[in-house]
């Protein structure tokens, strides 16, 4: 992974301090050597379990920064996604070479690939996270678009979008619907495996299972 290099300014007159990434922003990931970043003038370094912020960092660069790292962490899952479906298509036998290279759990990477196939490159809302897309996968291209239209225009969290599709969808099939309770005997172990699946695709236990028996049909 490497970042791109440009640099990022506002226009005469913001009193912002632009961002000059240097040659340390093309560090590869794996490499094993510091990312040093320029921020206001102070180096916030970068490392493979650590980061190092100057105790005097501002409040306005403190936020960018955080701004970007959360901008590489969503943007990593669409990565994996990307990277399990080229693997799919490419290679066969993807999850069995993903668990030894993410150590991700099964369900986790069978999910990014999901939503990667879900969504062409060109369909996929910078605005919005990963999650907004996975809230969305399970329902037609046209559906999907309108939603995510929605969510980009009002600035929807993940969550306001859970709420306004099943708000939506109670309203228009109350007649229609009917409950279905399932039981499901399920020893300890294999409950708890289902728990961390969950946990890891940021999803409560209920929502993993309806999300895995939907990219099963």
Known sequence: MVASGRTASKGRGSGATPVRPTAGDATPVDSGQPNDTPYAGLEVSAERTRLRIPR??????????????LAVCDSSVWWIGDWL??????????????????????????????????????????????????????????EQDHWLDFAVRLNWSRNELRKQIRASLSGEEDDLRCQVQLNLQLDELRLERWREAARGSNLTLTDWI???????V
């Not at 005097?56 to 790292?69: F, K, N, P, Q, T």
Request: glycine content about 6%; overall charge positive; proline content about 1%.
């Open 85 to 142: 479906v080229f693997g799919q298509n490419q290679y066969g036998d993807r999850y069995r070479r993903a668990m030894k290279e993410t150590k991700l759990d099964y369900q986790t990477l069978r999910n990014y690939a999901w939503v990667a196939r879900k969504f062409e490159p060109s369909r996929r809302r910078d605005s919005l996270t990963f999650q907004h897309h996975m809230e969305v996968a399970a329902l037609s291209e046209a």
């Open 210 to 216: 309806l999300s895995v028996v939907d990219g099963a």
């Open 56 to 69: 005097d960092l501002s409040l306005e660069a403190w936020c960018r920064l955080g701004g970007r790292i």
